[in-house]
């Protein structure tokens, strides 16, 4: 009895079968009108989508040539789906598109957007001239340099100061925006979490992830100021990913173009467009990221895997974010965590930002280095010596930042062991030409 039901379910499923239930969802066309994409593939062939049904028939043929190409080349199976999905995606929607196209008005009708349609171009300051100018606090007029500036600002509410419209603040911002406040309220914890283990790895970590971001990503990996073996290259580089100042190629790129454009206004970062704005809000712009789309600036690390692998961004917050939260939770509970994530990150977040925007304002200058890079005591020791901005400005290269025998520069007291025990070399210095040239 069971077996013949069976086998007269068996025989009738096929024809009983239902269409599988429709994922639709509506897409603003170019003209303005709404268009359904997204249609099941049964609907498309009861539909005699000529596409469609092409791609129902032959896609195991297209599939099989997918997987053995990819044997050939060492891809995963699960690339090669991941790529066809793709092609299909993009085919039933050029598909759908193309349905709607012929009943569209021509060009010259089509009516205006509406109201609600986002304008979806980057953003961008209007520039200096066009701002107001500010002086900042303790500036003085009788100093060489300039202290006067041409804030920029964040929000609507300031739009003598360029106040950018909400629209064009994007997902990445508004993600980085949330993870740098929560890091910052987290740090309210540290009282309350407080025990001499915490502030420990806190100072240790605080300085494995300074000294990584002074002398990988600033000093090797932007400047070239020296050389090291590949596996040292990596771990230092790695350190400095721990700030979580985002991946070395986008960091190098960004430090780069500073130096090229350096105060001037087309600088990503310079307190002559405010003093907060190139301490931190230079990262919430869109026109940062803008500025910074020419990727050549960055050939030689976009050929390593190493740094391509960093700069994902799923990857980098795994290795990053997850990995030493968990680490430091299993080791030590919140205090830990506070302590060695949240406490430590924003100290180093604070000096190394503080480079640009104190480090370009207040200090002295011992060389012409044509832009208002200062040396300043204070972040020349927390930033281990990367806060002798103003030589460094003089001379990007040397990988040597505190020239004077008082100027504490501990990164390049490290270069220095490291060298004698052969673990680093060619070592850049200034010559001495060139430092009595650019003497003030
Ligand atoms: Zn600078
Ligand atoms: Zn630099």
Redesign the pocket.
């Known amino acids: 009895m069971l077996g013949v039901a069976s086998s007269e379910l068996a025989f009738a499923w096929p024809l009983q079968r239902k269409a599988p239930p429709l994922v639709c969802r509506e897409r603003q066309h170019r003209c303005g009108r709404k268009v359904t994409v997204g249609r099941g593939f049964a609907e498309e062939v009861r539909g005699d989508s000529l596409p469609a049904a092409f791609l129902l028939f032959c896609a195991p043929v297209v599939f099989a040539s997918f997987r053995a190409a990819a044997a050939r080349r060492r891809l995963s199976s699960n690339c090669v789906l991941k790529a066809s999905r793709r092609v299909v995606t993009a085919l039933r929607y050029k598909s759908a598109a193309a349905s709607t196209t012929d009943a569209c008005q021509p060009t010259d009708a089509v009516p205006a957007a509406s109201a609600s349609n986002k304008d979806t171009r980057p953003w961008r300051h209007p520039p200096r001239a066009a701002r107001g100018p500010k002086k900042l606090p303790f500036s003085d007029d009788d100093k060489f340099w300039d202290f006067t500036v041409y804030p920029k600002a964040l929000f609507p509410w300031s739009p003598e100061a360029g106040g950018r419209p909400w629209h064009s603040v994007t997902n990445i911002h508004k993600v980085r925006l949330g993870f740098v406040a929560a890091v910052h309220l987290g740090c309210l914890a540290a009282p309350f979490t407080f025990t001499w283990d915490a502030l420990q790895v806190c100072l240790v970590l605080w300085f494995i992830t300074s000294f990584g971001l002074c002398c990988s990503f600033?000093?090797q990996l932007?400047?070239r100021a020296f050389e090291c073996p590949k596996w040292l290259e990596y771990l230092f580089a790695y350190f400095a990913c721990l700030a979580v100042e985002g991946g070395p190629i986008g960091w190098v790129r960004m430090?780069?173009y500073?130096?090229v454009h350096s105060d001037e206004d087309d600088d990503t970062h310079s307190p002559m467009d405010g003093f907060w704005w190139s301490h931190m809000g230079f990262m919430f712009d869109p026109s940062t990221p803008e500025k910074l789309k020419d990727a050549s600036n960055t050939r030689d690390l976009d050929k390593q895997w190493f740094y391509r692998l960093m700069d994902d961004q799923v990857a980098f917050a795994v290795l990053t974010i997850l990995l030493p939260l968990a680490t430091l939770f299993a080791f030590g509970g919140m205090p830990y965590i506070v302590w060695g994530f949240c406490v430590r990150t924003v100290l180093v977040w604070h000096v190394n930002w503080g480079i640009n925007s104190a480090g370009h304002v207040w200090g002295y200058q011992s060389y012409k280095s044509g832009d208002h890079s200062m040396n300043n005591p204070v972040l020349g020791i927390l930033g281990l010596g990367?806060g002798w901005?103003n030589n460094?400005?003089a001379f990007?290269r040397s990988c040597r930042h505190g020239l004077a025998w008082h100027e504490i520069d501990v990164v390049w007291y490290v270069l220095l062991i490291l060298s004698g025990l052969g673990l680093a070399w060619n070592l850049q210095y200034p010559s001495e030409k060139r430092l009595q040239q650019l003497a003030l």
């Open positions: 600033h000093r932007s400047h430090h780069r500073h130096h990367d901005h460094h400005h990007p």
